[in-house]
């Protein structure tokens, strides 16, 4: 088996769990991500979401409040069975900026809740 070349990665990931909602011609569902970056995520998933296939992901930032961002993602590693890696495609401005505010300033939050699985990140 082969695995992604981690040195082409061009944004630190964040080592989180959490739940998030998956649309595309392969299926919907929620899955869990293992990592998130600002360029993308893994996600856990036993779909089979093929390389290449296009995904509509909609990750909670505040789900209380009804707060979500929404991503286009391109399939770029598959693991059937497991989970896929994605790379966020069309991203504007305010959705990275919005993404990178919840990653930096909620993550000590986020880990007293129990969704952080590492201090590490890569």
């Not at 899955?31 to 996600?43: I, N, P």
């Not at 036993?46 to 909609?58: E, N």
């Not at 890696?85 to 990653?103: M, N, Q, W």
Request: proline share 4%; with cysteine; net charge negative.
């Amino acid at each position: 088996m082969s695995y992604p070349d981690h040195d082409r990665r061009r944004a630190v990931r964040h080592k989180w769990l959490l739940d998030l909602y998956f649309d595309g011609s392969e299926g919907v569902g929620i899955a869990q991500t293992r990592d998130v970056s600002l360029c993308g995520l893994y996600l856990s998933t036993r779909t089979v979401i093929p390389k290449g296939a296009r995904l509509k992901l909609r990750l909670p930032i505040n789900p209380e409040a009804g707060q979500y961002l929404v991503f286009d993602a391109e399939v770029a590693y598959s693991q059937p069975g497991v989970g896929v890696a994605v790379e966020f495609i069309g991203v504007d401005a305010e959705s990275s900026r919005r993404l990178e505010e919840f990653l930096t300033e909620n993550r000590k939050a986020f880990a007293a809740a129990g969704g952080l699985i590492s201090e590490d990140e890569e």
